[in-house]
Every structure is written in C-alpha cells, then in structure tokens.
C-alpha cells in the first residue's frame, strides 16, 4: 500500500509540474507586449517589462526545483536503514511537493492574470494558507515517525 501512495503522490506531482508548462506555453503567446515579471506580494509596485522568454523562469525553476527535491529525497533516504522509515521520508518530500507546486502554478497564474489586468498580484490568503499547510506537515510527519517507530518496535517483540 505504502509503494501504491508513492507512486499516487509522485504521478500528482509530475501533472502538476505539466500543468505549469502547458499553462505557461499555452499564455505566453497571447500575454501583452508590456507583462509583470514580480507579483505585488506586500504592496510593492509590479515590475512591468516587455514580454520576454523569461517570463519561463518560473516553470523551469518550478521544474528544477521538483528535480532537486525529488534528488534530496533520494539521498537521504537512502541513508536510512529501516525500509518503513525510507517510505516515510520519501512520502512526506512528495506530499510537501505538492503544496510546493501549487504555489509556483499560483504565481505564475497570477503574472499572467496581472499581464491582462484581471488581477493585482497574489491571492494572499490562499499564499499563505500553502504555506500554513507546509509547515504544519512538519509536526505530522513527526507524528507518523513516532507511531511508525512504536508500531515497528511491537512488531519486533512479538514472539
């Protein structure tokens, strides 16, 4: 069950890396000639500028950041000896990856609907409740190593 999570959570994120070009290939061509290149997070101007290939930044620092989380995941769980604790950590990367990937789609769907003047910046509440998300997965997977532990421990006693 733990191998079919993984892979769930692992194909989840790969559509949403694939949503973010296939958003920002299909806009790019129709966005104005004058585009935002930051978001308004606190109130700071938008920085306007002529529409460029650099407005893919984001999608392929999106792409390398996925690469690199999924790498990291990789090198440290292959670090640990227990078979239980390698899926967990691998579970909680992609799981956090995840809420990762919707904010890079939610910053690049808000420049594009800055560029045509449908919005101003971000949607803060939404930002922020990502990154509330985040952190409380922290606390959870310390939860489930803890009751891992315990679990794998009792199945070690029984004779």
């Given at each position: 069950?733990?191998?079919?999570?993984?892979?769930?959570?692992?194909?989840?994120?790969?559509?949403?890396?694939?949503?973010?070009?296939?958003?920002?290939?299909?806009?790019?061509?129709?966005?104005?000639?004058?585009?935002?290149?930051?978001?308004?997070?606190?109130?700071?101007?938008l920085?306007?500028?002529?529409?460029?290939?650099?407005?893919?930044?984001?999608?392929?620092?999106?792409?390398?950041?996925?690469?690199?989380?999924?790498?990291?995941?990789?090198?440290?769980?292959?670090?640990?000896?227990?078979?239980?604790?390698k899926?967990?950590?691998?579970?909680?990367?992609?799981?956090?990856?995840?809420?990762?990937?919707?904010?890079?789609?939610?910053?690049?769907?808000?420049?594009?609907?800055?560029?045509?003047?449908?919005?101003?910046?971000?949607?803060?509440?939404?930002?922020?409740?990502i990154?509330?998300?985040?952190?409380?997965?922290?606390?959870?997977?310390?939860?489930?190593?803890?009751?891992?532990?315990?679990?794998?421990?009792?199945?070690?006693?029984?004779?």
């Open positions: 069950m733990q191998k079919k999570s993984l892979l769930i959570l692992f194909l989840f994120n790969c559509t949403l890396l694939v949503v973010t070009w296939i958003l920002a290939l299909y806009s790019y061509p129709r966005l104005p000639d004058q585009m935002p290149f930051w978001i308004n997070f606190i109130g700071q101007p920085m306007m500028a002529e529409k460029s290939l650099v407005f893919f930044v984001y999608p392929i620092v999106q792409t390398l950041f996925v690469v690199l989380f999924l790498g990291i995941s990789q090198l440290l769980s292959s670090r640990e000896k227990e078979e239980w604790k899926k967990l950590l691998k579970d909680h990367v992609l799981l956090s990856l995840v809420f990762f990937n919707l904010i890079f789609i939610h910053v690049l769907s808000s420049l594009i609907l800055s560029a045509h003047q449908i919005r101003e910046g971000i949607n803060r509440t939404y930002f922020f409740m990154f509330i998300v985040i952190l409380l997965l922290i606390p959870y997977y310390r939860m489930r190593k803890k009751l891992l532990a315990q679990e794998n421990k009792a199945l070690k006693e029984e004779p």
